[in-house]
């Protein structure tokens, strides 16, 4: 499956974090649906892991609380929480709405009970993926647009209760260009073919940019969480205009310390440019939870050269990552305040 990694025989110093410096909240993590997507074990998923013993070994790594963004909605709301009942208060739900009726007449009516009942049931926000913008088709063949009218009913509700929407909209910019050797994800695309959005008519990286624009600048009393650096890890500066501009909008850095870890004194800039406004994420499943120690090596040292992933995890990109060294504040916001204060943690 693609070129192993190579041995360097650099030797520079190396350390171990096993345990942040801070308590720290994992802001984006999947214990439901998109595990089975990911492991490729359907509607089995419940089946990839222990609850008790899942959430022993992530405290150990020094994490106080997650979200799990796989709430979805009805009976599988139900079904996951009965999965992860004997986590406690350890483990916090993002729900979902069924965005697939979005062309029915009583749409707007479920939405707003949908949110109502995830408010009163203790969910904490909502999620929405990709499958907006990148799969889903109305009636007519074209692909729902991230800031389709359509969908502002769910945004309005959203607002209303008082919920943070994670919107996962655009991905890596290599996933919109074509699978030859000359791009970086060729690896990546051999293990994830269905990563490659250059199908007629798909939207553009580009145009789903404006798009997410369009939904920040339209829903200013909405609080959105863009994932995965805003879209644009790539392109920091970019993204650093976008927190200036849109006071709404947070983001986290889930699975992306593969394009932050290369260029360090930029990441680095920014984090401190942008400390109150940025997530702990980390993407992670209960099936690969060594992926911690990476995180914190990469936010707390100044460590060159090193491993980006865990022997499960998927490999985005044939290199190595540098640390950024972030000072005690800009951590104790990142790791834990900025999401305490956006999930009214005491």
């Known amino acids: 499956m693609g070129i192993p990694e190579r041995r360097t025989q650099l030797h520079v110093p190396r350390h171990e974090v096993p345990r942040p410096r801070f308590p720290a909240i994992d802001t984006h993590t999947h214990f439901g649906k998109l595990l089975g997507v990911m492991l490729n074990a359907g509607d089995r998923y419940f089946d990839l892991y222990e609850t008790r013993d899942a959430v022993a070994a992530i405290r150990g790594k020094g994490v106080v609380k997650v979200v799990n963004l796989d709430g979805g909605w009805g009976e599988e709301y139900l079904r996951i929480t009965e999965k992860l009942k004997d986590a406690g208060d350890f483990i916090l739900h993002f729900g979902h709405v069924d965005v697939a009726r979005f062309e029915e007449p009583g749409f707007e009516r479920l939405v707003y009970q949908t949110v109502k009942a995830h408010k009163e049931n203790g969910v904490r926000g909502l999620k929405f993926w990709k499958v907006i913008g990148l799969v889903m088709k109305d009636r007519t063949g074209g692909y729902l647009r991230p800031d389709d009218a359509r969908l502002s009913c769910i945004w309005a509700a959203a607002a209303e209760f008082g919920l943070p929407v994670l919107f996962h909209i655009?991905?890596?910019?290599?996933?919109?260009?074509?699978?030859?050797?000359?791009?970086?994800?060729?690896?990546?695309?051999?293990?994830h073919p269905e990563w490659q959005f250059t199908n007629q008519g798909q939207f553009s990286f580009p145009e789903l940019?404006?798009?997410?624009?369009?939904?920040?600048?339209?829903?200013?009393?909405?609080?959105?969480i863009i994932p995965h650096v805003g879209s644009f890890?790539?392109?920091?500066?970019?993204?650093?205009?976008?927190?200036?501009?849109?006071?709404?909008?947070?983001?986290d850095i889930a699975d992306r310390i593969n394009e932050l870890g290369r260029q360090p004194y930029t990441a680095r800039r920014f984090f401190t440019a942008h400390a109150d406004r940025i997530l702990f994420g980390t993407d992670m499943l209960p099936t690969d939870i060594g992926r911690y120690p990476i995180y914190y090596r990469f936010l707390e040292t100044f460590d060159e050269y090193f491993p980006y992933r865990t022997e499960k995890g998927i490999k985005l990109g044939d290199w190595n990552i540098y640390g950024v060294g972030l000072d005690d504040g800009t951590l104790k916001k990142i790791y834990h305040d900025n999401a305490a204060r956006l999930l009214q943690l005491s």
């Open 233 to 251: 890890v790539e392109n920091l500066e970019q993204v650093g205009r976008w927190l200036d501009r849109f006071p709404n909008m947070y983001i």
């Open 209 to 224: 940019m404006r798009m997410q624009e369009n939904l920040l600048e339209q829903n200013p009393r909405t609080t959105f």
């Open 170 to 191: 655009g991905d890596l910019n290599a996933f919109f260009e074509p699978a030859d050797e000359a791009n970086e994800y060729i690896d990546t695309f051999l293990e």
